[in-house]
């Protein structure tokens, strides 16, 4: 097979919100675009392209990740959660109703990346003080906010038995 490498095509296996997906890709192609374009999953922002704005943050194995800086064949065999994942209008996540009841969420843009941050932080270090939730969040740029009502609405959901997860 003589194939030049920009017509070369990729399987990718993932679980994305628990639901099991198997997609042809070319390698090249970001875990960003492939959420946003292949699955229709819109929650995914594109914000800086280069990994500085957090608007793309997903869960990748429990993990936040840009998914901007994720090749889509990084993903393969992972598990990924985006915004859509973690809860819905009549089921909030913890951190869903949170960031509305203080507030967080203004324009929305940084939100869905925001409040996976948020999870991702919450998950590992269930307890933080308000310094490690300002570090938590660091890679997520908000315009609106001033992020007070962000880190106290993720220090409320730490404050409840077990961080929300």
Same mark, same amino acid.
């Given at each position: 097979?003589?194939?030049?490498?920009?017509?070369?095509?990729?399987?990718?296996?993932?679980?994305?919100?628990?639901?099991?997906?198997?997609?042809?890709?070319?390698?090249?192609?970001?875990?960003?675009?492939?959420? *946003?374009? /292949?699955?229709?999953?819109?929650?995914?922002?594109?914000?800086?392209?280069?990994?500085?704005?957090?608007?793309?943050?997903?869960?990748?194995?429990?993990?936040?990740?840009?998914?901007?800086?994720?090749?889509?064949?990084?993903? /393969?065999?992972?598990?990924?959660?985006?915004?859509?994942?973690?809860?819905?209008?009549?089921?909030?996540?913890?951190?869903?109703?949170?960031?509305?009841?203080?507030?967080?969420?203004?324009?929305?843009?940084?939100?869905?990346?925001?409040?996976?941050?948020?999870?991702?932080?919450? /998950?590992?270090?269930?307890?933080?003080?308000?310094?490690?939730?300002?570090?938590?969040?660091?890679?997520?740029?908000? *315009?609106?906010?001033?992020?007070?009502?962000?880190? /106290?609405?993720?220090?409320?959901?730490?404050? *409840?038995?077990?961080?929300?997860?």
């Amino acid at each position: 097979m003589d194939e030049k490498l920009g017509d070369e095509i990729v399987e990718i296996s993932m679980e994305v919100n628990g639901i099991s997906v198997v997609l042809q890709t070319p390698p090249n192609r970001t875990l960003l675009s492939v959420l *946003r374009e /292949d699955l229709h999953l819109k929650g995914v922002k594109e914000g800086c392209g280069i990994g500085e704005c957090g608007a793309c943050t997903v869960l990748m194995n429990g993990k936040a990740v840009n998914a901007c800086m994720v090749l889509a064949p990084k993903a /393969d065999r992972a598990v990924i959660t985006t915004i859509e994942g973690l809860g819905d209008e009549e089921h909030l996540h913890p951190l869903q109703a949170a960031f509305i009841e203080h507030g967080a969420v203004q324009c929305g843009f940084c939100t869905p990346g925001m409040v996976l941050s948020a999870k991702a932080l919450l /998950d590992e270090n269930p307890h933080p003080t308000r310094l490690e939730i300002r570090e938590g969040i660091s890679g997520n740029l908000c *315009r609106c906010t001033g992020y007070q009502q962000i880190v /106290d609405a993720i220090e409320s959901v730490a404050n *409840r038995k077990e961080g929300g997860s």
